[in-house]
């Protein structure tokens, strides 16, 4: 069974930063690519950014370039998203999601199968 398990979100002041990890298991890690979205209320789930199978390749959405960081450590079978210079605009629910497959997906929430059940990330202003 595949499980992603979300840690890390919580408050913060706008300028911080904070660290999102995925622990995923029931499934070969180096065969996915991995994403993490978000969603706040009142508005479409959102891709935030990311990973191909081997974190080679990677995606961001143009309001976190240079803000935020992918990354996936593949002997712990974790993914990663380093959130700096939060804004109060990035306060959402956070998910991590994976599909298997050796490309970097399309940026859609349909394009993935698996999803963890979502940390809140609060930026306050």
């Known amino acids: 069974e595949v499980q992603l398990v979300e840690s890390g979100g919580g408050l913060v002041q706008a300028g911080g930063s904070l660290r999102l990890a995925c622990a995923a298991s029931?499934?070969?890690?180096?065969?996915?690519?991995k994403a993490w979205f978000r969603q706040a209320p009142g508005k479409k789930r959102e891709a935030v950014s990311t990973?191909?199978?081997?974190?080679?390749?990677?995606y961001y959405e143009d309001s976190v370039k240079g803000r935020f960081t992918i990354s996936s450590d593949h002997a712990r079978n974790t993914v990663y998203l380093q959130m700096n210079s939060l804004r109060p605009e990035d306060t959402a629910t956070y998910y991590c999601?994976?599909?298997?497959?050796?490309?970097?997906?399309?940026?859609?929430?349909?394009?993935?199968?698996?999803w963890g059940q979502g940390i809140q990330v609060t930026v306050s202003s």
């Open positions: 999601a994976a599909v298997e497959g050796k490309n970097l997906p399309d940026p859609w929430p349909e394009e993935f199968d698996n």
């Open positions: 990973i191909n199978h081997s974190g080679s390749r990677t």
């Open positions: 029931g499934f070969t890690f180096d065969d996915y690519a």
